[in-house]
């Protein structure tokens, strides 16, 4: 007559058996071999492509249907390096701790308020061009065929447009840890077997600030400065229960964490400067311009929005896509059902 194992025996057999068929199950979701479809595996996530709105997006688009609405028309903006000056960089030398892109989001921002842009922080492709064109080896003909001879371009005194002012200056602090505060609580039978557990808590608080400066493209004069800050917080939250269940130990924990997107920050700093900066060169007093509801940012002929702003390709303002840009299903062929069926690239 066989002996019936111990119950530690079951229990090692068990587990055992549950490592395999983890083992098995995760084998199966990455193998060395492409499939039909010519992938490895299959990417997680399937979250839509959102709108990147701060809480100052909106008043950005106001205040360019504002001016838009009175016929204002602001001077030709620049961006120039808007760069991060506090040297803070990740301990495993990673990279930088702050967004070495907040000049781009400066040119978003401006394009949010309806601001005329001329480009100077990229020029590389406008000046290749221009090198190419002086040597007569571009055409601007749609139906010229490679290679073969046609009339080129023509470079024309004063074709650029120059810019009034230029928009400069940098991400000057970021200071960690400017306060915190947790709690902690243990407790539990005084036994060695009883069970105990944990109960803690954390909040921390830091900041990023920013320093822009707007100038006169052609006297150099500082025609306006803004410095703000703005303050990041995180916290964690765990909790755990540890006892031993018939010899076994079990120990269960669970927490949560969460900081306040650093980059974000950034961005709500910079929108927030641009704001009131185009506020200035608009002539509006201030936010209450956009309390009446005759400047709602969502017009029939408004051309900017939370996610940038743009020109019209022709007068087609009545049917274009400019209302359907924050639709974060638009085009999205699993979930758009006039989303374009095939998803190669152009051939």
């Known amino acids: 007559m066989a002996i019936d194992p111990s119950p530690r025996r079951r229990f090692a057999a068990k587990a055992v058996a549950a490592a395999s068929a983890v083992a098995l199950l995760i084998s199966g979701c990455a193998m060395p071999v492409a ?18 709105p701060t ?29 991060d000056y506090t040297g803070k960089e990740e301990a495993d030398g990673s ?22 842009l001329v480009e100077r922080y990229d020029t590389s492709v406008s000046e290749l061009e221009l090198k190419y064109a002086n040597n ?16 080129y371009r023509k470079i024309m005194s004063g074709q650029v447009p120059g810019s009034d002012f230029y928009l400069v200056g940098g991400i000057t602090e970021l200071n960690f840890n400017i306060r915190s505060s947790g709690i902690n609580a243990e407790g539990g039978k005084v036994s060695t077997g009883g069970v105990k557990a944990s109960l803690g808590g954390n909040t921390y608080v830091m ?5 822009l400066r707007l100038v006169n493209t052609k006297t150099l004069e500082v025609v306006d400065v803004i410095s703000y800050q703005k303050q990041i917080v995180g916290r964690e939250i765990s909790a755990g229960v540890f006892d031993i269940f ?24 910079i929108e927030r400067g641009v704001l009131e900066m185009m506020a200035n060169l608009y002539g509006a007093p201030g936010p209450q311009v956009c309390l009446n509801p005759a400047n709602d940012p969502l017009g029939e002929t408004a051309t900017a929005g939370v996610t940038g702003g743009y020109t019209p390709a022709y007068n087609n303002l009545a049917s274009n896509n400019a209302h359907s840009r924050e639709d974060p299903y638009r085009w999205d062929r699993r979930r758009d059902p006039v989303a374009p069926a095939d998803d190669r690239g152009r051939y």
């Open 35 to 52: 499939g039909p479809n010519g992938l490895y595996a299959q990417p997680i996530g399937n979250a839509p492509v959102t709108a990147n």
């Open 55 to 83: 809480p100052y997006s909106s008043a950005l688009v106001c205040l360019g249907e504002y001016a838009r609405a009175r016929g204002l028309r602001a001077p030709r903006i620049a961006v120039g390096r808007i760069s």
């Open 95 to 116: 990279g930088r701790k702050l967004t070495q892109g907040a000049s781009l989001m400066a040119i978003s921002a401006l394009a949010k308020a309806g601001a005329p």
């Open 136 to 151: 007569k080896l571009i055409t601007d003909d749609p139906n010229a065929n490679p290679g073969v001879p046609t009339d």
């Open 207 to 211: 900041n990023i600030g920013l320093d």
């Open 246 to 269: 018939h010899g076994v130990a079990v120990d269960v924990s669970a927490g949560d964490a969460g900081l306040e997107p650093l980059q974000l920050g950034v961005r709500a700093l």
